[in-house]
């Protein structure tokens, strides 16, 4: 035998039925520190103790309990491959160092041998196991690579056993101390430990009967056993807390994934977070830094607890929500009624007060430093709620996903927007087109027309020739109108017209109006016009010569779709509003209830323009709709159909601090 012999394969060889088992460190340190304390519980008469350890590092961990082991019998050994300092001594007991390259130091061994009782444990490192820990060690080197250690061998009672396994120690501490041999044999004389005999047949079963207390032992084995059940317990809910953060972390990323509409993502995110950290409320609202209060878009809330939702949420003068925006940090208050933030702000105590709040957690939904909006979770039982270090993660991890999700939704709402008007651009292309083809192509051709022959026909009668020239000058004359009216719409869009609003009379506008129309119908029959405004319509304000180009619009479509022995009448009205109301009333071809919008709508015409027979541009509303809503009214047209007379109304503000019937 040398020292590059196994203890463990000697002894296996000697005792072929014995079968090794495997054992994870854990179940070695529970199993050696049960078997000391069976020695420290001082139920053994002066036990022979071996105890070989891989290394001194392990052997220092327990020396104390050795050194106490120690008074309990003369006969402790204790074997272990020097790091430090540790080399064979009998200070307190006796200690062997042993070769590093000596097959000890894979091994682990403790053996108690007393008169009425015997155990020994004899286990080698896998070597598997090793270079397992090594690699994993250099992936994950956080990890516990200790408890992964895996051990083969034997740990059993039977007497026969442990004898040739104590044996077979005494003899390799032999080899290194032979200067102990008078004290082993002392050992071996004692507790009958045979000399090695290569013929030794050892019978298992004829062990002694143990009949000594062994309830410290199984007590300690329990203990430690628990311990490791517990840290096993304590790795599983660490896993799992992970796992259901993983899982809610996906479910609303793949509620993003699936959806651009931020009202569903965020309702996803309040159920999910909320059922998750078992809250009693969870608010997801979006807001900006400067917002005064917010409303409650979205919420998660549990039966029995006052719902918030689509309520005005104050943020002005929320200290809490004011550190949150200062510092773009969550704010998470274990007890309400024990913060020093919210017993020194009054205006805290009544959302705490009135909902219950008991535990609060405020987390900005933040995206490049811009605060898009807030989650909010509420705890309203009677204890207050202990924050753990995984749900503050976990709604850290929700609040960014969430900030990415309405980044995105917003850059969707935008892109769509943009889409819109680049319709309605390319609309208003299209139609400026037809219109050009039309509007300015077809008098444009007449007017040549007209000149060329004016031009290559001197001898025309002077009759036609004057036909032909007023047939030029009409046709250059509605060229103009559309050219005008085209860059009044162009200047009103594009907000390069200076307003100038006074105080009016409406009376006054009225009648401006009406010459404008009348003088440009010229000798043309215009149906009646009446326009009899109450004396006790307020003053109004609003830029004049703007207000009499919208009234003269109306005048002139109500003149140009009512036949001539119709009627027109311009009314006003304020019923104690802040707006003056006139409405265009006339009996002319109406409008159909479906359209009653579109013809707001730039060049829109019911004739279409190809079909044109009023000789207007389809500008004239869409003009009007544009100055109106600049002064901040309204405009819109009524009509109960065709041939019933169409009902324009418009309003205007009236001048502030105007009393009725009161005149400047
Ligand atoms: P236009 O220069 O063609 O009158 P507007 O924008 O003023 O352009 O009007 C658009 C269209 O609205 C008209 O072409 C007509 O079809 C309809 N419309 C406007 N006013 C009236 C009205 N008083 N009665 C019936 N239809 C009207």
């Given amino acids: 035998m040398s020292i590059s012999t196994s203890v463990l394969t000697a002894l296996l060889q000697v005792l072929p039925h014995l079968r090794p088992q495997l054992y994870f460190k854990a179940s070695l340190t529970a199993l050696s520190h049960a078997m000391e304390d069976q020695v420290l519980a001082a139920t053994l008469e002066k036990p022979l103790v071996i105890a070989s350890f891989q290394r001194e590092r392990f052997y220092r961990q327990e020396a104390h309990r050795y050194r106490r082991l120690a008074q309990r019998s003369n006969q402790v050994y204790v074997l272990s491959a020097p790091e430090t300092d540790f080399s064979h001594s009998s200070e307190y007991y006796e200690t062997i160092a042993f070769e590093p390259d000596d097959a000890l130091a894979q091994e682990w061994h403790l053996v108690v041998i007393a008169q009425n009782y015997a155990t020994c444990l004899v286990c080698r490192e896998s070597l598997g196991s090793i270079a397992k820990n090594k690699q994993q060690t250099h992936i994950t080197p956080s990890m516990d690579t200790d408890t992964a ?75 430690y056993l628990q311990a490791s059940q517990y840290k096993l317990h304590k790795a599983y809910r660490s896993i799992s807390a992970q796992a259901r953060k993983e899982r809610l972390v996906n479910s609303i990323s793949s509620a993003i994934r699936r959806s651009l509409n931020p009202q569903e993502i965020l309702q996803v995110a309040a159920q999910e977070l909320g059922q998750n950290l078992e809250a009693c409320r969870c608010l997801i609202y979006r807001t900006q830094a400067t917002d005064t209060q917010a409303i409650i878009e979205q919420e998660f809330v549990i039966p029995g607890v006052l719902s918030l939702s689509g309520q005005a949420w104050q943020l002005a003068n929320n200290p809490l929500f004011q550190d949150v925006v200062n510092t773009g940090e969550g704010v998470c208050i274990s007890d309400t009624l024990n913060d020093s933030r919210i017993s020194k702000s009054k205006t805290l105590w009544y959302p705490i007060e009135k909902f219950g709040i008991r535990s609060w957690l405020i987390e900005p939904v933040l995206c490049q430093g811009r605060l898009l909006g807030i989650i909010e ?65 077809t008098p444009l051709s007449t007017i040549q027309v007209c000149l060329e022959s004016l031009s290559t026909e001197p001898d025309m009668p002077p009759e036609l020739k004057e036909i032909m020239l007023s047939t030029a000058l009409t046709d250059s004359e509605r060229m103009r109108k559309l050219i005008q009216d085209f860059l009044t719409l162009s200047n009103l869009e594009s907000g390069r017209v200076e307003w100038h609003p006074e ?26 016009i009446s326009a009899e405004i109450s004396p006790h319509i307020p003053l109004i304000r609003a830029d004049g010569d703007w207000l009499v180009e919208v009234l003269a619009k109306l005048v002139d479509n109500a003149c140009k779709f009512t036949p001539s022995a119709g009627a027109i009448t311009i009314n006003a009205d304020h019923n104690g509003k802040q707006m003056v109301e006139v409405s265009v009333v006339d009996t002319g071809r109406g409008i159909e209830p479906n359209r009653l919008e579109a ?41 109960a159909g065709k041939n019933q007379g169409s009902q324009f109304y418009f309003t205007i503000p009236m001048v502030v601090g105007e009393k009725e019937g009161k005149r400047e």
């Fill in 599 to 639: 013809v707001f709508d730039l060049f829109y015409q019911e004739e279409g323009a190809l079909r044109r027979t009023t000789g207007g541009t389809g500008l004239g509303l869409a003009i009007s709709r544009q100055i109106v809503n600049n002064w901040g009214g309204k405009i819109w047209a009524e009509s």
């Fill in 377 to 441: 979770l509420h705890y309203c039982s009677d204890k207050p709620h202990e924050w753990q270090a995984g749900e503050l993660d976990l709604v850290k991890a929700i609040a960014t996903s969430i900030g990415a999700a309405l980044i995105q939704a917003e850059a969707y709402a935008n892109l769509e927007k943009l889409n819109q008007q680049l319709e309605a651009l390319d609309q208003t292309r299209s139609n400026l087109i037809a219109i050009t083809g039309h509007e300015l192509r």
């Fill in 503 to 528: 105080s009016l009379h409406l009376q006054e506008c009225i009648d401006l109006a009406l010459s404008r129309v009348r003088a440009r119908s010229g000798a043309e029959k215009l149906p009646n």
């Fill in 149 to 223: 250690r895996r051990f083969e061998g034997i740990w059993t009672a039977e007497r026969g056993v442990s004898l040739k396994a104590a044996d077979l120690l005494l003899e390799r501490i032999l080899w290194y101390r032979p200067e102990l041999s008078a004290k082993i044999e002392e050992a071996r004389q004692r507790f009958g430990i045979d000399r090695p005999r290569k013929d030794v047949e050892i019978n298992h079963h004829s062990e002694f009967a143990c009949n000594i207390d062994t309830d410290p032992f199984v007590q300690r084995l329990v203990t």
